[in-house]
């Protein structure tokens, strides 16, 4: 005999057999996200999300000719209120460093990213098994406010490498991981070597500023 929540997990497993786009790892699901931050354009996992103006067929498609399709959200009031308020969440994230966020933002984070069902597919190369999963949430907010939770989750390995790039006129959001193997600690602060250089040079300006402007009043009170 099948029950009601039998049949009604069945039901929710066809919808993973049933979507077009590619299972994916936490990491890729994060970076999917975190990218939407930077630029105001859906793509990959979350032009899945239910509710989306974009035409199944034109998906299909694209992922069919294996085109990079992104959406872009700009014109669109809703999702770019959606998009504020994950910047905000993310910035919030880098500003608390390992303390605590606010209690409120917790809340409202845990009861948006309850929304989502996760669906595992398990791929093996050589006999290494890496679990990826069909993401399927219920919205926009929902996939963003899991990625946020992924972000403070001790036991992940996000956390201490996400950061955000210090020269103010970039201040994307990053993973150190994925740009700075290796390399000096300063350079962990920033997204690229030019942005380290160019901050570097700014800041280095400015001291030579400050430098001379001490002389000159130093001078003057001679
Ligand atoms: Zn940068």
Redesign the pocket.
């Known amino acids: 005999m099948v029950t009601d929540l039998q049949q009604q997990i069945s039901n929710v497993l066809a919808v993973g057999e049933a979507t077009t786009g590619a299972a994916v790892s936490e990491g890729d699901l994060l970076r999917t996200a975190v990218e939407f931050a930077n630029t105001p354009a859906l793509r990959g996992v979350l032009l899945h999300v239910p509710g989306l103006k974009l035409p199944r067929s034109i998906a299909e498609d694209s992922l069919a000719r294996g085109l990079d399709l992104s959406l872009h959200i700009s014109g669109d009031p809703e999702l770019s209120s959606v998009r504020e308020r994950y910047r905000e969440d993310l910035t919030a994230v880098i500003e608390a460093g390992s303390d605590a966020l606010p209690a409120r933002t917790i809340s409202r984070l845990k009861q948006a990213a309850a929304r989502i069902v996760l669906i595992p597919r398990y791929a093996f190369t050589n006999g290494d098994l890496r679990v990826r999963y069909h993401y399927l949430p219920e919205s926009l907010e929902a996939a963003l406010a899991y990625s946020v939770l992924l972000l403070r989750d001790n036991s992940r390995p996000f956390r201490a490498d996400f950061a955000r ?1 210090k ?1 103010e006129r ?1 201040s ?1 959001f990053f993973f150190r991981s994925d740009t700075a193997k290796g390399q000096s600690r300063q350079r962990q602060f ?3 070597d030019d ?1 380290m250089l160019e901050k570097h040079r700014a800041t280095g300006a400015l001291r030579v500023q400050r430098h001379r402007a001490k002389k000159a009043s130093a001078a003057k009170h001679k």
């Open positions: 790039c020269l970039c994307r920033y997204c690229c942005h």
